[in-house]
């Protein structure tokens, strides 16, 4: 019963470098998201995907591309990191017909 | 976007207190969520409201899906440490059924 599976679970990068953060779920669901938190801030969405092979930007997609590999993955990369992307990023899923998302644990990147 | 707005931002309180947070926002919400969010984890369901007027329990729980169905309430009795984390309250923003709006939480602290 894992869920939604976020690797890898903190990450430093350089300002310039790139990097791609990695989230699958086994729970047959279609729609799959990427949501960035900040303090004070809650969860802001970045891009989702609801279903295999669509995807769609969110309210805070620049500087991020996305991947819906199958329907168990979702990747989020980023080309070029910048201090303001410091952030905890967090994956989810969703289930046709409902509204309860099942989250990831997070992956918690430093840009530096 | 659709803003939803939550207070208080954070909560100070006794153990056996009881617990009130509610999470405002200027247009309609067909649906209403609540998540926790612990230290070092992803948001995770709590309770979902459907219907205005509607009022649900999960335990010492209970929220309320406010008439105007411009408001939602999370009421928590008899806190114990265990209770301490981050609320968020939750909606799909009208017209898209794919994304969910988060407010920026509550912050609750429980003292022993």
């Known amino acids: 019963n894992a869920g939604v599976t976020q690797t890898p679970k903190f990450q430093v990068l350089k300002t310039g470098q790139s990097m791609t953060l990695q989230c699958a779920q086994d729970m047959n669901h279609n729609s799959m998201y990427w949501y960035r938190q900040d303090p004070g801030m809650g969860l802001r969405l970045i891009y989702y995907?609801?279903?295999?092979?669509?995807?769609d930007k969110g309210e805070v997609p620049n500087g991020y591309n996305v991947s819906r590999l199958n329907k168990r993955e979702f990747s989020l990369r980023l080309e070029s990191a910048a201090p303001s992307q410091t952030s905890v990023y967090f994956c989810a899923s969703r289930g046709q017909g409902s509204y309860g998302y099942t989250f990831g644990s997070g992956t918690r990147l430093t840009v530096v | 976007g659709q803003q939803l707005n939550q207070s208080p931002q954070s909560m100070f309180i006794q153990e056996g207190e009881d617990v009130s947070m509610n999470c405002t926002s200027s247009s309609i919400f067909n649906t209403w969520l609540w998540y926790k969010q612990e230290p070092g984890e992803g948001p995770v369901l709590l309770i979902a409201l459907y219907k205005a007027g509607e009022l649900t329990s999960n335990g010492r729980l209970t929220a309320q899906f406010g008439i105007t169905r411009k408001d939602s309430f999370l009421n928590i009795s008899a806190s114990i440490p265990s209770d301490v984390g981050i609320y968020f309250c939750?909606?799909?923003?009208?017209?898209?059924?794919?994304?969910?709006?988060f407010g920026s939480g509550t912050q609750l602290t429980v003292l022993p």
């Open positions: 995907s609801a279903s295999e092979g669509t995807t």
């Open positions: 939750a909606g799909p923003p009208s017209g898209s059924a794919r994304q969910l709006t």
